[in-house]
């Protein structure tokens, strides 16, 4: 499977970031819950109307949220991103003044 530089690097910055914010000491086993927010900056032809709008543009959704599974995995939160049995996502451009982002919410169930 090809994955491209843009993938590898979001990949392992995932995975630097969920090391950071979560300290554990053991990898997670059970079932698991993910939401995921995606907010990307807004192009300047869309500056006319406040508030965020969705994003039908590339890349897709699912390939965004496998980046994320995949930099979860890395981290080794989890075993296996297979653990996810319920997901949540959002694929937004921002509103006027608001950064790109992403929110990751992950709860064991």
Known sequence: TYYSKKYKRARIDYATQITNQIQRDAIVI?????????????????????????????PDLDNLVKTVLDGITASKYWKDDSQVVSLHALDFYGDLNEDPHVLIEINEI
């Open 30 to 58: 059970g079932p698991i819950e993910l939401s995921v927010l995606f907010v990307h900056r807004r192009p300047k032809s869309m500056r006319k109307n406040p508030g965020r709008i969705p994003k039908t543009t590339r």
